[in-house]
C-alpha cells in the first residue's frame, strides 16, 4: 500500500507540472481539431456508400488515424519526462529519494498515461454522435478504445526509455518517434517476404499487427499478454539505464 502511494504522489506531482504548462493544451487542441475534422469527413463520405458499413466506413478508419497521431503526440508528451530532470539536474535528488527507481519510473509512467488518456477522451464525442444515428455495433467501439489505450500505454514505455538515454528533449522525442515508426515500417516490409513463417514472427513483434485486431472487435489473450510483457521489457530497459548513473 505504501509502495503504491508514493508512485501516485509522483504521479501527482508530474501530472499538476504538466497542466501547469501550454503543452498539454495545445496538443489537446490541435488533436481534437484534426479529429474533428477527419470524423466529419468520414460521416459525409458513408452517407454516400451505401454498401459500407457505418463500422467499416467510419469505425475503423478513425481508429485508425487516432491511433497514427498518437505516434507523433506521445513522444512529445513523454520528452521531459527524463531529458528534463537530467537537464535541471534534479535527477540525482530524485533518485537518491525514498523512491526507488522502479518506482519513480512507474510515477512518471502513470502520469504520461493519464496525459494521453486526457487527450483521448475528448473522441468519446464520436460514439454519443454515432448513437444518433441508430448505431448499434458497440462492441467494436470499445473493444477499439481498448486497443488505443494498450497502444498508447506501449508508446509510452519507449517514450520513457528514450528520454532516460538522453538530456535533449528533441533528441529523446525523435528517438520514440523513429522507433514507433519503425514498428509501423516493419509491418509493411514484412509483407514482401514469400517466408510466411518470418512474416508471422515479426509481425507478431509490432505494436499494429495487435492493435489491428481491436479494431476489429477481437479481444485475442496472446495481444493482452504481447503488451503486458511489451512494457515491462521497456521498463526493464528504462530501469537499467537509471541504474547505469551509479556504475
Known amino acids: 500500500m505504501i509502495y503504491c502511494k508514493k508512485i501516485m504522489v509522483l504521479a501527482k506531482k508530474e501530472l499538476r507540472?504538466?497542466?501547469?504548462?501550454?503543452?498539454?493544451?495545445?496538443?489537446?487542441?490541435?488533436?481534437?481539431?484534426?479529429?474533428?475534422?477527419?470524423?466529419?469527413?468520414?460521416?459525409?463520405?458513408?452517407?454516400?456508400?451505401?454498401?459500407?458499413?457505418?463500422?467499416?466506413?467510419?469505425?475503423?478508419?478513425?481508429?485508425?488515424?487516432?491511433?497514427?497521431?498518437?505516434?507523433?503526440?506521445?513522444?512529445?508528451?513523454?520528452?521531459?519526462?527524463?531529458?528534463?530532470?537530467?537537464?535541471?539536474?534534479?535527477?540525482?535528488?530524485?533518485?537518491?529519494?525514498?523512491?526507488?527507481?522502479?518506482?519513480?519510473?512507474?510515477?512518471?509512467?502513470?502520469?504520461?498515461?493519464?496525459?494521453?488518456?486526457?487527450?483521448?477522451?475528448?473522441?468519446?464525442?464520436?460514439?454519443?454522435?454515432?448513437?444518433?444515428?441508430?448505431?448499434?455495433?458497440?462492441g467494436v467501439v470499445w473493444s477499439s478504445y481498448l486497443g488505443i489505450v494498450l497502444s498508447i500505454m506501449a508508446y509510452t514505455a519507449v517514450g520513457l526509455f528514450c528520454s532516460s538515454l538522453t538530456d535533449n528533449q528533441i533528441v529523446a522525442s525523435l528517438l520514440t518517434f523513429c522507433i514507433l515508426l519503425g514498428s509501423m515500417l516493419l509491418v509493411i516490409s514484412v509483407n514482401a517476404t514469400n517466408n510466411y513463417l518470418l512474416a508471422l514472427m515479426v509481425q507478431y513483434l509490432t505494436i499494429p499487427f495487435h492493435y489491428e485486431g481491436f479494431t476489429r472487435g477481437l479481444l485475442r489473450s496472446y495481444s493482452v499478454v504481447y503488451f503486458l510483457s511489451f512494457y515491462a521489457f521497456f521498463f526493464l530497459l528504462t530501469l537499467k539505464s537509471l541504474q547505469s548513473r551509479k556504475w
Open 17 to 138: 507540472d504538466a497542466f501547469s504548462s501550454p503543452l498539454v493544451y495545445v496538443l489537446a487542441g490541435l488533436f481534437s481539431l484534426m479529429m474533428g475534422w477527419l470524423f466529419f469527413n468520414y460521416l459525409v463520405q458513408s452517407k454516400q456508400m451505401t454498401t459500407t458499413t457505418m463500422t467499416m466506413g467510419v469505425i475503423t478508419p478513425i481508429f485508425g488515424n487516432i491511433n497514427f497521431i498518437f505516434i507523433f503526440l506521445c513522444p512529445l508528451i513523454t520528452m521531459r519526462s527524463f531529458a528534463e530532470e537530467k537537464k535541471q539536474h534534479t535527477l540525482d535528488l530524485l533518485l537518491r529519494s525514498e523512491l526507488t527507481e522502479m518506482q519513480i519510473i512507474l510515477g512518471k509512467f502513470i502520469s504520461n498515461v493519464a496525459m494521453v488518456l486526457f487527450m483521448l477522451s475528448l473522441t468519446l464525442l464520436f460514439p454519443l454522435i454515432l448513437s444518433f444515428s441508430g448505431y448499434s455495433d458497440w
